[in-house]
């Protein structure tokens, strides 16, 4: 389970984006939700708040949901998108794809399964996590080997002393630099020549269980699942042979004791002592593994219960209009989709001696925006 998020709701719809905050706050408690009424105020809101995601409409008064996400995107702001709209179709949704959006609902299907949608805004924020942590790590990735490269030229003999003992004070010097640089690493810090670990930080060596001597005796086919070797050995000639500047991929690893360890890698290309070698970082990423493979489970347990769950579902306008209904309602009155979407609530499924009544509690509730429950019966076709 993800920490507490934070999840704006865009909607000019006051019914529902509070409709919206009620079912949230019951299927996602972890979920620390605000509100605002159109693009202008989300703009304004992201000046001096942070969302881990956003929940839009699409159409809203001065700027709907697509030139609200296009706004974001161009001002470098990749948080996570979702939109969820009454008014939707295919051309809409593709279009949300393409400008950056992590997933797309129609008000008719989201609401019908909020699973989903407490779902998709999880794996959405997981997904932009893992991609800034990611970039992070390639860019401190890319500074390591710039100023890798600048101290092993010191070591090596790049820079011509004629005084061996200037000479072996610049090496001593070159290789303390080195190791302060990568020592205390909170990640793992390969050098891998020949097949074999010629260099490894004390994190990688606690990550895979071995010493230094045992990891520079051992061919670093042994650390990688035999499953995973074709795809490693494919990441590693994409970067010896100029391909790529920098790989990054996950696998699978083997730990001293024969146990599996889920790994994210970064490599690249270096010059080590006149020849290539590859120089890079691991990332124990297994416990993610875990939430990732947790959250598919509870996505497939949601959706089986969903599937089989009889629930009546209806939801209405601020004039009180039918702008969702689930399938279990249809079966339940005889009613078709068509014949609802759009209709007069009131005037076309409750008895007319209840009509008012029930009229009043919608409108109390609109006024008040407190949840009460009552009871009252509907009529069937």
């Known amino acids: 389970m993800l920490e507490k998020l934070k999840v704006l709701i865009v909607d000019d719809e006051q019914i529902v984006s509070n409709f919206m905050r009620m079912r949230l706050a019951a299927e996602a408690p972890h979920f620390e939700i605000a509100y605002v009424e159109n693009g202008f105020e989300c703009l304004e809101y992201l000046k001096d708040a942070e969302a881990d995601c956003i929940l839009s409409d699409y159409q809203m008064p001065g700027m709907d949901g697509m030139e609200l996400l296009k706004k974001l995107r161009a001002g470098g702001r990749e948080t996570p998108f979702i939109f969820i709209t009454g008014q939707g179709n295919q051309e809409v949704a593709s279009e949300a794809f393409k400008e950056g959006a992590s997933d797309y609902f129609t008000k008719d299907i989201g609401f019908a399964h909020f699973p989903r949608i407490v779902n998709s805004v999880e794996r959405a924020v997981m997904n932009r996590r893992e991609q800034e942590s990611r970039e992070r790590a390639e860019a401190a990735l890319r500074a390591e080997k710039s100023k890798?490269?600048?101290?092993?030229a010191g070591m090596g003999g790049g820079i011509c002393i004629t005084s061996r003992n200037l000479a072996e004070e610049a090496r001593r010097e070159s290789e303390s630099e080195f190791r302060s640089l990568v020592e205390s690493s909170l990640v793992g810090v390969y050098i891998i020549k020949d097949r074999c670990v010629i260099y490894s930080n004390p994190h990688f060596?606690?990550?895979?269980?071995?010493?230094?001597?045992?990891?520079?005796?051992?061919d670093i086919a042994r650390l990688i699942h035999p499953d995973e070797l074709p795809k490693v050995r494919e990441q590693y000639r994409r970067c010896i042979s100029g391909e790529v500047e920098t790989v990054n991929y996950q696998s699978r690893w083997l730990r001293k004791g024969g146990s599996v360890m889920d790994v994210e890698v970064f490599g690249t290309i270096i010059e080590y002592q006149g020849s290539q070698a590859v120089f890079g970082e691991i990332l124990d990423i297994t416990e993610r593994r875990r939430a990732e493979t947790a959250l598919k489970e509870s996505e497939r347990r949601l959706r089986e219960m969903l599937e089989n769950v009889k629930l009546l579902a209806v939801m209405l306008d601020s004039s009180g209009r039918v702008i969702f209904c689930n399938d279990f309602l249809l079966e339940l009155t005889g009613w078709s989709k068509e014949e609802l979407l759009g209709r007069d609530w009131f005037e076309v499924c409750l008895p007319p001696d209840s009509r008012e009544a029930i009229k009043g509690y919608f409108q109390d509730f609109l006024e008040s925006r407190l949840v009460s429950s009552h009871e009252n019966s509907i009529l069937t076709k």
């Open 148 to 152: 890798l490269e600048s101290i092993l």
């Open 205 to 218: 060596r606690k990550m895979l269980g071995y010493t230094e001597k045992e990891l520079s005796d051992i």
